[in-house]
């Protein structure tokens, strides 16, 4: 069974930095592209904040975040990284980690990221 698991969301003050974390089980991460996305309001849709090979040789990001966040994962511990850096209140949001196994669409249960003074 696939579990997503992300957590390192809190509060941080905008120009700071917040690290977020998503432990991976139930399939051979190694062998997936995985995903960061975000909501920023419950009304709006998911967007995606980045991808990752599986090996990390490339990572894509969106506009909006580009030369600020940065996706790493460890594939012997199963886990996937999103450093956030020089952060902006637009980047207030739930964050999600993401896999595409098949034709199955696999998402954790988000963590909350509040940037705010």
């Known amino acids: 069974q696939v579990h997503l698991v992300e957590s390192g969301g809190g509060v941080v003050q905008p120009g700071g930095s917040l690290t977020l974390t998503c432990a991976a089980s139930?399939?051979?991460?190694?062998?997936?592209?995985m995903a960061w996305y975000r909501r920023q309001a419950p009304e709006k849709a998911r967007e995606l904040v980045g991808t990752i090979t599986r090996h990390a040789v490339t990572t894509h990001y969106s506009d909006s975040v580009k030369g600020r966040f940065v996706i790493s994962r460890d594939n012997a511990q199963n886990m996937l990284y999103l450093q956030m850096n020089s952060v902006k209140t637009e980047d207030t949001a739930v964050y999600y980690c993401?896999?595409?196994?098949?034709?199955?669409?696999?998402w954790g249960q988000g963590t909350q990221v509040t940037v705010s003074s």
């Open positions: 139930g399939f051979a991460f190694d062998r997936y592209v």
């Open positions: 993401n896999a595409i196994i098949g034709r199955d669409n696999y």
